[in-house]
C-alpha cells in the first residue's frame, strides 16, 4: 500500500507495513532452509548475498521544471543456473535492501519453478502516480542507458514488477536497441505487438489461482463454493479476481492504497476492473460494495486472502485477526516471520510467494523462449504449460512438505537453495 495511506493510519496497527524489513524476513527463511540442508557455513554468504550491485543516478527535468535525482538499481543476485532474471519496480519506497530481498526471491523461485534462470531485481525509487507519460519514458530510458553494457538476453532480462508495465517495457527494449539492434528477449512483458507473450500479462494471477485450485483439491475445498478477498488491485490481485470469479468463486473484500470495500453479495471483478483501471477511479468510491475501515478489512471472514500488494503487510498486528482458511500470497514477501507463525498456530494453510506468485517469471521463459525463435504461441497453449509448471512445483514442494513436516514455504526455500548450490557446485565455483 502507498505510503501516504499508511502514515494516515498509523493510528491503526493492523493497517501499516511491517517493522521488520523483507531483507531481514528472507534471509531468515534462506537461514534457516540453509541450516537444515546441512550445507557447508563457508559458502553460506555466497548466496546470502547478490553477486552484483549496480546504484546509478537519474537525475532528471520534470514538468514542475526543476531536476529531480530519482536513484536507480539492478541488483544481480546470483546467476549460477541461467541469465539473472526479475522485474523492475517503480515506487517510492524502492531501496536498496528491499531491492537485494527482492532479487534473492528470484534465484530462488526461478530455481523452484525449474526454469533456466538466475535471481536480480531493479527499481527507482520514483512515485509514478501524477508523472506524466513522457517523465516515465525519460526515466525508464535513462535507467537502461545506465544499466546496458550489464544486461542481455544470455546476462539479465528485467520483466515488469510495481509500478513498471508492458508499455515501460517496450520503452526498456527499445532504448537497449539503440546500442545493440533490435534484442526482443532483452526484456520480458513487452506488448504484444512487440513480441510480447499472449497470456504474459494476466500470468502472475493465473498462477496464484492455479495453486489455490491444487490447495483446494488438498484439502477437499470446492473452488466454485469459496468466497476470498484480495489485498492489492493492481495487475497481479485484478487478475486474481477475475480469474476466481471465473471459477465461480465470489469476491467479498478487496482493499488498495486508497481504502478497502467489501459485499457479502460479492464484487463484481469486471465491474471493479472497469471502474479503477478503465475509469481511473478510486476503489472506495465503487458504488457496489460498502466502504469499510482498512483494518476491519483483515477480519472479514472468508475461504482464501490473496495479498497482492506490497511486502510486509501481514506482520504480527493483523495476523492474529485473520479469518480465512488459505492464503495464497500473490506479493512477494508479504508476510514477516512472526506472522507465518501465527497462520501456522492457527491452522491456515498458507501458499507462499516462492512458488505462488511464479506465473509471472514462468510466462516470461515462455516469452524470452519465443523471443529467441522469433516464434509465438496461441494464448491456450502458453496457458496450459503454465498450468503444467506450476502444478508441478506445487507437487514437488507439497511432498517435501509432508515427507518431513514442514510448512511449504520452508519446502520451497529448501527445493530453491538445494538447485542453486548443485548449480554453482557443478560450475565448480566451491566443493
Ligand atoms: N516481477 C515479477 C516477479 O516478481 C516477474 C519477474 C519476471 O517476469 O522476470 O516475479
Redesign the pocket.
Known amino acids: 500500500m502507498a505510503t501516504e495511506a499508511l502514515k494516515e493510519s498509523d493510528s491503526d496497527p493492523r493497517v501499516r507495513r511491517a517493522r521488520v524489513s523483507e531483507l531481514e524476513v528472507v534471509r531468515h527463511h534462506f537461514d534457516r532452509a540453509w541450516d537444515s540442508l546441512g550445507l557447508k557455513e563457508d559458502a553460506r554468504q555466497i548466496f546470502w548475498e547478490p553477486y552484483r550491485e549496480i546504484s546509478v543516478q537519474i537525475p532528471i527535468k520534470l514538468s514542475d521544471g526543476e531536476m529531480h535525482v530519482f536513484h536507480g538499481f539492478r541488483i544481480q543476485h546470483n546467476g549460477a543456473r541461467g541469465p539473472y ?5 517503480f515506487h517510492p519506497e524502492v531501496d536498496v535492501d528491499e531491492v537485494r530481498a ?1 532479487a534473492s ?2 534465484t530462488w ?1 526461478t530455481a523452484v519453478a525449474g526454469i533456466p ?1 538466475g535471481g536480480a ?1 531493479g527499481g527507482v525509487n520514483v512515485d509514478t502516480r501524477g508523472l506524466k507519460e513522457h517523465e516515465l519514458e525519460g526515466i525508464a530510458r535513462a535507467l537502461m542507458d545506465k544499466i546496458a553494457k550489464l544486461v542481455g538476453p544470455n546476462r539479465d ?6 509500478g513498471t508495465n508492458a508499455q515501460t517495457m517496450a520503452w526498456l527494449m527499445d532504448e537497449f536497441g539503440k546500442l545493440n539492434g533490435h534484442t526482443p528477449a532483452v526484456v ?2 513487452k506488448p504484444i505487438s512487440l513480441e510480447g507473450s499472449y497470456g ?1 500479462e494476466a500470468a ?1 494471477g493465473r498462477g496464484c489461482v492455479v495453486m489455490f485450485e491444487e490447495a483446494a483439491q488438498k484439502l477437499g475445498m470446492d473452488p466454485a463454493e469459496t468466497t476470498f478477498m484480495v489485498q492489492g488491485f493492481g495487475n497481479v490481485g485484478s487478475w486474481i479476481a477475475r480469474i476466481m470469479q471465473g471459477l465461480g468463486a465470489k469476491m467479498v473484500a478487496v482493499a488498495d492504497q486508497d481504502g478497502a470495500i467489501r459485499s457479502e453479495a460479492g464484487i463484481d471483478a469486471d465491474r471493479l476492473v472497469e471502474h479503477v483501471h478503465v475509469h481511473g477511479g478510486k476503489l472506495t468510491e465503487f458504488s457496489e460494495a460498502e466502504e469499510i475501515d482498512g483494518g476491519d478489512f483483515y477480519e472479514v471472514p472468508c475461504d482464501v486472502f490473496f495479498p497482492a500488494a506490497l511486502g510486509g503487510m501481514v506482520h504480527e498486528d493483523n495476523a492474529c485477526v485473520f479469518n480465512f482458511k488459505v492464503m495464497v500470497e500473490g506479493a ?1 514477501n508479504p508476510t514477516t516471520f512472526a506472522a507465518d507463525q501465527i497462520l501456522a498456530d492457527n491452522g491456515v494453510y498458507v501458499v507462499p510467494d516462492l512458488i505462488a ?2 506465473g ?2 514462468v ?3 515462455f516469452e524470452w523462449v519465443q523471443n529467441l525463435q522469433h516464434f509465438r504461441w496461441e494464448e491456450d497453449a502458453v496457458n496450459d504449460m503454465l498450468r503444467g509448471v506450476m502444478t508441478r512445483t506445487f507437487g514437488e514442494v507439497s511432498a517435501r512438505a509432508e515427507k518431513d513436516g514442514k510448512s511449504l514455504r520452508e519446502a520451497a526455500f529448501e527445493i530453491g537453495i538445494d538447485r542453486v548450490v548443485e548449480a554453482s557446485r557443478t560450475r565448480g565455483y566451491f566443493s
Open positions: 532474471k526479475g522485474g523492475m519496480r527482492l526471491m528470484m523461485k534462470f531485481k532480462i528485467p520483466a515488469p514488477d510495481i520480458t512483458g504474459r502472475t512477494n506468485n511464479a509471472g517469471v510466462v516470461s521463459y
